[in-house]
């Protein structure tokens, strides 16, 4: 099989996610916007990170916080215009950084003209965009509404009942049901090149490529992803011919589906293919020092590492060389990995993630230990995610910690309100932040290809009854070993492999002869001999 083409930066890419709305407000009205975030370049780009994924800055009724988008070619005013965005990737660029934004590929607003045009005018040709089920209702996958038109006919709403799902057809339609049609159906193709057109106009603007929203969510009743695939390497073999450099991300959490779908980075999270959720448990209730259930990164030290592992090797074994699994800090739909958690945990955290192969991705304000905000009321659709998605914290200038300069009841949410809530330049200062852990975990792994996203991997040490987890990570005959700890228990294991290593970052572990002895909640990576 010919060798897959491959952006040449993913090989060494570090993500860095901005919610938009959160990051930066340059002109005061309370919500982040583009000049914002191009003013914080600099401050990306001194974490080491080398590009960064934009959630959706399109114009929008946000009702989903912009994942209902109503016009896929427009920034939404309240970030900014086009040139703004054109600006955002010509800044970046110019600091050797890429642009990856947001696709909603599986569906519009219900304010979107194509929605609209199609409900009001049987006869219309956005008809065949949409799924209109007559007057069989359909359940959405979230939300009580059952999804209707003003006029009573019904369609399938592909997340919330205002998002309409784009028709990309079923894989093996029902007949009868005549609003079933298979993939290659025309209104099907039709809605194919629109997306198509959307990405290459936002290419030939200066991205570098998307995040692909609910990516496994196009074709509809395709279990095995079987049509799914076929569609998405449709665009992928486009990407390959036209736009080489560009990467393709997704939101599936199946990587072995995802990278055989085309996608050149999967990530690994809170749904699909449980593993992620071995490892941090969002959602889970928060019991003391663990979750209910454990995990593995909790200071009880009760959870079971091999629930992830397991799965994960399967999805690595079979993907490696083809594309790349990412292991976010966060994002913005799961609980931020503060929660639950302090610094000296984190730590030990991110030196798991930032060893592992793959791609890095850290969620905004996860440098920092920013809090989840347990409690705000909902905004935009937020859901159960409000505490997750609330503004940067930069500095100690109130009332709004640096992001914004509006009184603080006008923000989009609020700040952290406690006396020590994490900020950026409280941590600039002290050599042993998170901010500047995770800063020389980042340029460790940049100098050091074994750690990197293409070297190998592979366990040492992974006892189901242990919070120790060992790991060795290698590239041209260079090993290096990360030994982590989460629980709060001193732990010892016996690693042949270990025999002469020499510790290169972190502590509290000690090595005689082949006997690790590490302190409870720590984390280490060694040189191997
Ligand atoms: C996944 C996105 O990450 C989430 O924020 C959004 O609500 C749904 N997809 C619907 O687009
Ligand atoms: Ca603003």
Not at 202 to 208: A, E, R, Y
Not at 346 to 369: H, N, Q, R, S, W
Request: net charge neutral.
């Amino acid at each position: 099989m010919k060798a897959p083409n491959i952006p040449s930066w993913l090989r060494n890419a570090v993500f860095y996610q901005v919610y938009p709305q959160s990051f930066a407000d340059s002109n005061g009205d309370g919500i982040g916007d583009l000049p914002g975030l191009i003013g914080k370049l600099d401050y990306i780009r001194s974490l080491g990170a080398t590009a960064i994924w934009l959630n959706p800055m399109f114009e929008s009724p946000f009702r989903d916080a912009g994942y209902d988008i109503s016009d896929f070619r427009k920034v939404a005013p309240r970030y900014g215009t086009n040139a703004d965005a054109v600006r955002l990737f010509k800044e970046a660029h110019r600091r050797g950084m890429k642009v990856v934004l947001d696709l909603v590929a599986g569906h519009t607003s219900d304010r979107h003209p194509w929605f609209r045009e199609a409900i009001r005018n049987r006869e219309s040709p956005y008809r065949g965009h949409y799924i209109f089920t007559g007057r069989e209702s359909q359940k959405p996958p979230f939300g009580e509404t059952v999804p209707a038109t003003p006029r009573g006919e019904h369609y399938v709403a592909n997340f919330l009942p205002f998002q309409p799902a784009l028709n990309f057809g079923y894989l093996n339609p029902d007949p009868k049901k005549p609003w079933q049609v298979p993939p290659e159906h025309p209104d099907c193709l039709a809605v194919r090149c629109e997306l198509r057109d959307i990405m290459k106009y936002w290419l030939d603007l200066g991205c570098d490529g998307f995040r692909v929203d609910m990516a496994s969510s196009l074709i509809k009743e395709d279990a095995g992803a079987v049509a799914l695939q076929r569609l998405w390497q449709g665009f992928r073999a486009w990407f390959d011919r036209d736009y080489p450099e560009a990467a393709l991300i997704s939101e599936w959490s199946h990587p072995i589906q995802a990278i055989g779908a085309g996608f050149h980075i999967d990530f690994l999270i809170h749904f699909g293919e449980k593993a992620y959720l071995y490892l941090f448990g969002p959602g889970n209730e928060l019991n003391g020092e663990g979750r209910i259930p454990h995990v593995f990164f909790e200071k009880a030290g009760e959870g079971d590492v091999r629930l992830f592992l397991d799965p994960y090797l399967k999805h690595y074994e079979a993907t490696r060389g083809t594309g790349y699994i990412a292991l976010p800090t966060g994002n913005h739909d799961f609980q931020r990995p503060r929660r639950g958690r302090d610094f000296a945990d984190l730590k030990v955290a991110y030196t798991f993630l930032l060893t592992m192969p793959g791609v890095p991705f850290l969620y905004y304000g996860d440098e920092i230990g920013m809090r989840n905000l347990d409690g705000l009321r909902e905004k935009e659709g937020s859901m159960w995610r409000t505490g997750n998605r609330t503004p940067m914290q930069w500095d100690n200038r109130l009332p709004n910690l640096g992001f914004s300069t509006a009184p603080a009841h006008e923000l989009y949410l609020p700040v952290d309100p406690a006396p020590d809530a994490p900020t950026v330049a409280a941590q600039e200062s002290d050599r042993d932040s998170l901010l500047n852990f995770s800063r020389s975990l980042i340029a460790l792994r940049k100098k050091t290809p074994a750690l990197g996203n293409d070297g190998d991997f592979h366990p040492l040490y992974a006892d189901p009854a242990s919070s120790l987890f060992v790991f060795c990570r290698s590239h041209a005959g260079k090993m290096f070993a990360v030994a982590v700890n989460s629980g709060k228990v001193p732990r010892e294991a016996n690693i042949p492999q270990l025999s002469g290593a020499r510790c290169v970052f972190g502590g509290g572990a000690s090595l005689r002869g082949t006997r690790l002895a590490v302190a409870g909640v720590s984390a280490s990576v060694w040189r191997l001999a």
